[in-house]
């Protein structure tokens, strides 16, 4: 059988493995198609992960390609992550950063920070744009610190073979590699590549995990995942992912940072203090990108 979105979960003994399954939902942002998972109807977070979208694949012509203009954030931290494809982030730090494949950058905004994501040196030429833009609540304790930016070039990710699976350890630790990217909760973010026939089983040690098909098909329990599915953990359950041809897949997870509001750009555990974000954007009261006199106003 093929699954599909359910709005209930669906831990059962023959399915013991999968808590819940999420389907993403198409959204044109103007000429560039991205997929949301998270947050969703049916589950706002896995672990820290609030919001998660698949962009593209896209193809742009000469001088075309993104152009997100400067925008806030509140309380969380944002991975970007590209399997293709080039993005020239600039930040209110004064930090000018280009993120390719395989690279990390992580901006945490904290009480505040502006950015924009716009292409990259690619912009001259035909390109594709293909990636996961992650953001992840801040525990409470982080949700005010001071905002920073860090840069992660993709050599200095683990990259290594399990059980015949190539695997990017991007965010943690698994199967006795970590990776170097900061975290503030327990997290988990993981690529993996399966050939056809391949099986992996994943992480057990943290507390939320769930698993993106980017490509191809995964079975999980009696069910296939396709491209686009998000298959949710049931608690203190591993999930074993088996690929029944080459695919492409995404794993998140880590601590449940409890409860968390979500308007726009901002996260906080409190409404008020989203309220107050809005108020200061809207009143100028946020640093700017240095040169840039462009942004995006409230909706």
Not at 265 to 290: L, T, Y
Request: glycine letters at 10%; proline letters at 7%; a negative charge.
């Amino acid at each position: 059988m093929t699954y599909q979105a359910a709005n209930e979960p669906i831990c059962t003994p023959s399915r013991a493995a999968v808590e819940l399954i999420i389907e993403s939902k198409a959204r044109d942002l103007g000429g560039f198609s991205v997929s949301r998972v998270l947050p969703s109807a049916q589950r706002r977070m896995v672990g820290p992960f609030i919001f998660f979208d698949h962009m593209g694949p896209a193809v742009f012509a000469p001088g075309e390609g993104i152009a997100v203009r400067p925008h806030p954030h509140i309380g969380l931290s944002t991975v970007t992550y590209l399997f293709e494809g080039e993005i020239m982030h600039r930040d209110s730090l004064g930090f000018v950063q280009p993120i390719r494949c395989g690279a990390v950058n992580l901006m945490t905004a904290g009480r505040g920070i502006v950015h924009s994501e716009r292409a990259g040196a690619d912009l001259d030429t035909a390109s594709r744009l293909h990636g996961i833009q992650s953001w992840m609540a801040l525990p409470l304790e982080q949700e005010e610190c001071a905002p920073d930016f860090e840069h992660y070039p993709s050599t200095e990710l683990p990259e290594f073979e399990q059980d015949g699976v190539s695997i990017r350890v991007i965010m943690g630790e698994a199967y006795r590699r970590e990776s170097p990217v900061r975290q503030y909760a327990p997290t988990l973010y993981l690529e993996c590549r399966f050939p056809a026939g391949a099986s992996l089983t994943l992480p057990d040690h943290y507390e939320e995990v769930a698993a993106y098909v980017v490509s191809g098909d995964i079975r999980i329990d009696d069910g296939i995942f396709s491209a686009g599915l998000m298959a949710v953990g049931c608690p203190g359950k591993a999930l074993r992912l088996e690929a029944a041809r080459d695919s492409h897949v995404m794993v998140i997870g880590g601590a449940n940072l409890g409860k968390r509001h979500i308007w726009w750009n901002f996260v906080s555990s409190s409404k008020q203090r989203i309220e107050q974000a809005r108020d200061d954007w809207r009143e100028g009261r946020f640093d700017m990108v240095p040169g840039d006199s462009e942004f995006i106003p409230l909706p």
